[in-house]
């Protein structure tokens, strides 16, 4: 977060996002024992880390959305899935009177 508390953008350029970006990159190739890959290798896992620490609660689950302690163990199934379950044919099902295995084309033709 910037100093007046706002949410940064990882998606807006910003010099002093980008200068944090290849710092932390420096520092992680230099915390790896400088490979020859160079600093500009670690620039997307500084790139995480920098995000990370600017949105430090970004994808937690708020508390209020959770299950009550005595509805935690059970199991609810979503009843979108049932809308388009059919009926799968099975030895038995009737499928109609054609055969079931590609016909030959008419050479004919």
């Given at each position: ?37 160079g ?32 509805f ?31 016909e ?6």
């Open positions: 977060m910037s100093a007046d508390k706002t949410p940064v953008n990882p998606l807006v350029d910003s010099p002093e996002r980008d200068a944090r970006i290849k710092a932390k990159a420096q520092e992680l190739w230099e915390a790896d024992g400088k490979p020859g890959c600093a500009d290798a670690y620039l997307e896992n500084a790139s995480e880390i920098i995000g990370m620490e600017e949105n430090p609660h970004a994808g937690e689950i708020p508390v209020k959305d959770l299950p009550e302690p005595e935690a163990d059970v199991q609810v199934e979503n009843a979108e899935i049932q809308k388009n379950l059919g009926e799968f044919p099975e030895r038995q099902t009737d499928q109609g009177y054609r055969e079931h295995f590609p030959k084309e008419n050479e004919s033709s």
